[in-house]
């Protein structure tokens, strides 16, 4: 299993970011995957979920109308669009896949939000 995310970057308050995380050696399409964030000195906290096909999405009342999470299941990716970023939002954002008892996770990507 191996999770990729990319697209993290500076960006002032206001902007926004698309993240991706590329996914390989499972069966994608069969897969719930879920962004998880972890800012410096708090634990990990879930940000959002989407169902293996995407039809059902769930996300923390932190981001809920703000941040979407998508994915597409013929490129094995999953994004998440961040609108209306806060500082609040600056993190280490992880993609993350439960397979069968499992997380797997991503090796994260910098989100820094500040003027």
């Known amino acids: 299993v191996q999770l990729v995310e990319s697209g993290g970057d500076l960006v002032q308050p206001g902007g926004s970011l698309r993240l991706s995380c590329a996914a390989s050696g499972f069966t994608f399409s069969n897969t719930p995957m879920s962004w998880y964030r972890q800012a410096p000195g708090k634990e990990r906290e879930w940000v959002a979920r989407a169902s293996s096909t995407g039809g059902i999405t769930d996300y923390a009342d932190s981001v809920k109308g703000r941040f979407t999470i998508s994915r597409d299941n013929s490129k094995n990716t999953v994004y998440l669009q961040m609108n209306s970023l806060k500082s609040e939002d600056t993190a280490v954002y992880y993609c993350?896949?439960?397979?069968?008892?499992?997380?797997?996770w991503g090796q994260g990507t910098q989100v820094t939000v500040s003027s």
């Open positions: 993350a896949a439960r397979i069968v008892l499992r997380q797997y």
